[in-house]
């Protein structure tokens, strides 16, 4: 039977047989040596009471005074004990012993499994899906290893199993009706859970998040379905960010030809444009331009009436005249888009980061506080010093890839400070603290939860969890039920968020539209919106592409 009891469970009973034991042996050791060194006889009884006083130190009442060497010896050792007793029954004996007693709320084994979903080892790259599963009442259990996080994580409502694969590997035999499985846990853990539940039979999908993406291979081999690597994808994403080469304002450009372009400019605080509505603007009748957009906190929200207003510091997406264009800018500052690209961090992500860069031309200078291979600049990005050393304001983005977001929300400071005009794009390790880069400057904002979030939501709940990028395109498309209005008519950038910026007639692409313009049916129409936006104009007026 005691071979079934905890070890904590063992020592505390053990503790609790010795206790008495050493103290008749103590008091026994007493009433002789009181007899036989002292010549002051004591009962057996009056001998308990002083072992017991000496070994929970409460003091002595007649016997405080012994006169033969030995037996003070003694009574010294005794009250030495007593005292090292007392500081080791807690830490030793009792509290391991009230914590195995708490630890026994979380179970042990998993529940059943069918149609659920399981995570084996918790994480920041899976904060934002797992509250997607909540939303969609999504069943899943966590088993997780570490004793303080289960507990946090069952404080916080999720469904947790605590305790340790490498010594019981037996829990997984409940894993045969799971939905998925899903691993986080380091890379040699993740194979050991993968081997694991194939053997105890589990036939279903096992998706891994894989730290490094040389063992996308062999965890393949031994039975995953899939291998992401999020740190990757998150520095792919960045990448994108930051390059026109990789990613362009908008898809279609070519459509456009000569007679119109695309551009971003900053919305200045002290611009007269800021904070205003869009409807008392008139941009398209006093400046010749439509704008299709603004990119502020990460979001790109395309113009939703007249009452849309201009935020300071958003970066707005302008179409017009490279004249009309030229022109807006003493009112908005364009963004630069020539320079080096500078990258500060030069971890995991950073370096996908500038290799992704380089890979496609762009000239990348890379800060890091260590002299690795391929660091061009050697300190703290919060140091002004290092910020003139990189040239930071000529660059044409900045992209912080720091792997610690409190250093990283001050280093947007620092940045936005210096550099205002720059776009700034950071890397985020926990998704809640995405709102505090924000606020401290950042244009964009990815963390690693948001792109695994994304790749674990299209296989495990089949839609697309955060949009990372939100697209911008140009498409040609019919007239529809649009033939015999205006381009310019608020209705249908109202009802669908896109813009008709030109219309191509015949051979002649017209870009400017007096007031008795009216759409043929045989136009086509350039139109300019997000993706969503442009399914919803095909929708609304019956316009193909």
Known sequence: MTRTLSRSTRRLLLFVAALPATMVVMATLY????????????????????????????????????????????????????QFLVFLIFPIFLLPYLEERFQTRLPRFLPPMAGKVLFYRH??????????????????VIYEEDLQLAQSLRDQG??????????????????????????????????????????????????????????????????ATDVFTP??????????????????????????????????????PTSPLAGQRLGDLHLRHQHGVTLIGQWHAGRFTPPQGPDTRLQPGAIL??????????????????????????????????????????????TCTVIDRQAFPGVDILGNVLELGTLQRAR?????????????????????????????????????????????MYRAGADFAISEAEVAGQILAYHLLGEHLIPVENRIRISRLGAGTLAGTHPWRHEIREHS?????????????????????????????????????????????????
């Open 31 to 82: 009433m002789l040596g009181m007899e036989h060194l002292e010549g002051a006889p004591r009962t057996f009884l009056e001998s308990l009471q002083w072992a017991s006083e000496t070994i929970t130190t409460t003091g002595y009442g007649n016997d405080s005074h012994w006169q033969h060497p030995v037996f003070a010896l003694f009574v010294i050792l005794g009250q030495i004990m007593g």
């Open 123 to 140: 994480g920041a790259a899976i904060e934002t899906l797992l509250e997607e599963f909540r939303r969609t009442t999504t069943p899943f």
């Open 158 to 223: 999720y469904g947790v199993v605590y305790g340790n694969l490498s010594q019981n590997p037996a829990v997984l035999a409940g894993v045969v009706d799971a939905r998925a499985i899903v691993t986080l846990a380091d890379d040699h853990a993740n194979a050991r859970c993968t081997l694991l539940a194939r053997e105890y039979g589990f036939c279903g999908q096992i998706f891994a998040l894989a730290k490094e993406p040389l063992y996308r291979a062999p965890m393949l081999r031994i039975g």
């Open 231 to 268: 740190a990757h994808v998150l520095g792919g994403a960045l990448a994108s960010r930051a390059s026109l080469r990789i990613s362009p304002p908008a898809d279609g450009l070519h459509l456009l030809g000569t007679q119109l372009a695309l551009t971003e400019f900053r919305l200045r």
């Open 317 to 362: 997406i302008v179409v017009g005249t490279p004249d009309h264009l030229e022109g807006l800018e003493r009112l908005v500052m364009p963004i630069r888009r020539q320079g080096p690209c500078v990258v500060a961090g030069f971890g995991a992500v950073g370096f996908k980061v500038a290799q992704m860069l380089q890979d496609v031309g762009e």
């Open 392 to 436: 930071v304001r000529e660059a044409s983005t900045v992209v912080l890839a720091l792997s610690d977001d409190s250093e990283a929300i001050f280093a947007a400071a620092a940045v936005r400070d210096y550099a205002p005009e720059a776009p700034l794009i950071v890397r985020v390790c926990r998704a809640r603290n995405t709102e505090r």
């Open 497 to 545: 968020g896109a813009n008709i910026i030109a219309v191509a007639r015949a051979s002649e692409v017209l870009i400017e539209f007096p007031a008795d313009f009216q759409i043929q049916a045989s136009d086509v129409l350039l139109v300019c919106g997000t993706l969503q936006d442009l399914e919803r104009f095909q929708q609304v007026f019956h316009s193909q592409p």
